[in-house]
């Protein structure tokens, strides 16, 4: 059963735009969200984060939006940038545990 | 501090083998994580360990699989009579219960190779 579910595998945007990750998820005890990014070779990095008592968190070209009732987060990167081309993983948790469900990633790709 | 440190980043194996693998966390922090990551899908929990205690364990890590973590320190993950289904890269993380946040931070991975 798939928690977590990023039903992009992959997503190319132009250099400068908006690129827009989604990420939907089915546990309605999930309070704490994630967004980490991977290059090849190496482990996850983490960008943003978000509680379930907000619906927004920004952080310089990085916004994670939560749409509780959807049960749907989604992260945008604007402007988007070469060295932003990795693969993004949607991580949740729930309250009282510790561990990080992830979603299987989506590959995104910004073109110069 | 530089970050969380694994070791050895690569393992080639053959089958029925055991592997250590070791994970030196963030100094400060005093969550320590263990995750597993196959070709095309997000990180697997394996478990966790707060301080010196393992505080939960997946189903994935079956009897061939242990960790510790003494002292509360370092971690290490052992596989025991490996198998080619063990073949993965597995991922340390650790995080601090004190700072008011807890978003994990990973080690770069040891990659696993049984042939």
């Known amino acids: 059963d798939q928690q977590v579910k990023q039903n992009s595998p992959s997503l190319s945007v132009q250099e400068g735009r908006i690129s827009i990750l989604n990420c939907d998820y089915t546990?309605?005890?999930?309070?704490?969200f994630l967004w980490y990014k991977k290059y090849p070779a190496e482990g996850p990095t983490f960008l943003i984060s978000i509680s379930s008592i907000k619906d927004k968190n920004e952080d310089g070209r990085f916004t994670v939006f939560l749409n509780k009732s959807a049960k749907h987060l989604s992260l945008h990167i604007v402007p988007s940038q070469p060295g932003d081309s990795a693969v993004y993983f949607c991580?949740?948790?729930?309250?009282?545990?510790?561990?990080?469900?992830f979603g299987t990633g989506t590959r995104l790709k910004v073109l110069a | 501090d530089t970050g969380v440190s694994q070791n050895p980043r690569h393992k080639i194996t053959k089958r029925g083998q055991n592997v250590t693998f070791r994970c030196d966390p963030i100094s400060e922090h005093n969550r320590l994580y263990w995750y597993r990551q196959t070709l095309g899908q997000g990180p697997e929990f394996l478990t966790y360990?707060?301080?010196?205690?393992?505080?939960?364990k997946s189903r994935l890590l079956s009897d061939r699989f242990s960790a510790e973590r003494p002292k509360g320190s370092f971690s290490t993950l052992e596989i025991q009579r490996t198998e080619q289904g063990d073949s993965a890269m597995y991922l340390c993380a650790s995080s601090s219960h004190t700072t008011g946040s807890t978003e994990a931070f990973f080690g770069q991975g040891t990659r696993l190779t049984v042939v």
């Open positions: 360990f707060q301080n010196e205690a393992q505080l939960e």
């Open positions: 546990n309605s005890m999930f309070d704490y």
């Open positions: 991580a949740a948790s729930a309250f009282g545990t510790y561990k990080y469900i």
